[in-house]
């Protein structure tokens, strides 16, 4: 059956191919800038379906790619095909919209023995290279995680039941406030439904992140993070862009926080989240995808950040990512309802690049 899946799932097979047809991968720059004198090379590439352990190596000698399936070689392949067939993704990858085929690609992936274009969902990593490391001169085997920007930026934190956040009315609204406040409209109905309540002299006061699971993640990176970020997210609101960097300075400005401080614990989250840390599965506090990031370029460029490159990592997360508005008729958030005896209102947390 034809593989039919989205850009951002196509994407990984676009790296595999494109990493192993040049048999490097060049580092980036806090910019996501090509650092000319920095790459990664890569000897093969690891896949494991139906409990076959399956090992895709770059031969420089015979210019081929050499299919290992438990230890034993099965096939060799022209590693022009793998050029190839590369850009034929690439260009599929531009052009498809939703989930869509690349019928083209399907003779190959049987040829090369690939059943399944998608990294498991429960895994960080997209990926998994040996590569020499310079470093050390070790062969290790890491798993890096991709995000693609062709076609659309990508997300980096999803909206879900799992990233909800509560807050408490510091007083209560009447009847009739709550249900003016409720039937607030407009593309900017949230702003304007925070604005209303802070217009009454109330504040949203954070109560708890409402998945226990993300709420325990959250405090393995700093046990303020789920009041951290809950106030960053409300204050998004308010910030035009929504910028991480404009969020942060506008919520030290209004809490009285040392940006300093604060930004770090910040960088740490969007690194956890990039790297580990998904908000619905329990999470010990280690990186999945202990062998970094890989950006693919809306124009196909694929480079990495290594986990040796860990500050340049928090910088381009730092800087190129933002708060996100879901939408509150999909999420069930933005509304004004009782609990206890005290009003509540919640938002679902959304990142994107």
């Not at 034929?88 to 023995?113: D, H, M, Q």
Request: aromatic letters at 10%.
């Amino acid at each position: 059956m034809p593989n039919k899946v989205n850009k951002g799932e196509w994407a990984e097979l676009f790296v595999f191919l494109k990493a192993l047809s040049d048999g490097k991968i060049y580092a980036a720059d806090e910019n996501l800038e090509k650092v000319e004198e920095l790459f990664y090379v890569i000897l093969s590439a690891i896949k494991e379906e139906d409990n076959v352990l399956k090992e895709f190596k770059h031969s420089r000698t015979s210019n081929k790619i050499i299919l290992l399936e438990n230890d034993s070689e099965c096939v060799q392949i022209p590693i022009a095909e793998f050029e190839h067939f590369s850009s034929v993704v690439l260009e599929a990858i531009k052009t498809g919209t939703g989930t869509f085929e690349i019928p083209e690609i399907e003779p190959f992936l049987s040829k090369i023995r690939i059943t399944k274009i998608k990294a498991s969902s429960d895994s960080k990593k997209d990926i998994v290279f040996k590569i020499h490391d310079d470093f050390t001169g070790a062969e290790p085997q890491i798993g890096f995680s991709i995000k693609s920007y062709i076609g659309s930026k990508p997300t980096l934190l999803n909206a879900s039941g799992a990233t909800r956040v509560q807050y408490k009315l510091s007083r209560n609204l009447s009847s009739n406030e709550v249900e003016h406040v409720n039937h607030i409209m407009g593309r900017a109905k949230i702003k304007d439904r925070v604005q209303f309540i802070r217009d009454k002299g109330i504040s949203l006061v954070f109560d708890k992140m409402l998945n226990v699971t993300f709420n325990r993640n959250l405090q393995m990176i700093d046990s303020r993070m789920p009041e951290i970020l809950g106030y960053l997210f409300l204050n998004s609101y308010f910030v035009n862009g929504k910028s991480i960097p404009d969020v942060v300075n506008l919520y030290c400005d209004e809490y009285n926080e040392d940006k300093e401080i604060i930004s770090h614990k910040v960088k740490d989250l969007l690194v956890a989240v990039a790297l580990g840390m998904e908000p619905n599965t329990k999470w010990n506090g280690l990186e999945d995808a202990n062998g970094g990031y890989i950006v693919v370029k809306d124009d196909g460029e694929v480079l990495c950040y290594h986990i040796y490159d860990r500050n340049k990592l928090r910088e381009y997360l730092y800087r190129n990512t933002k708060f996100d508005s879901p939408s509150s008729k999909r999420t069930g958030a933005g509304l004004v309802s009782e609990e206890t005896g005290k009003q509540i209102f919640s938002l679902t947390i959304q990142i994107r690049f």
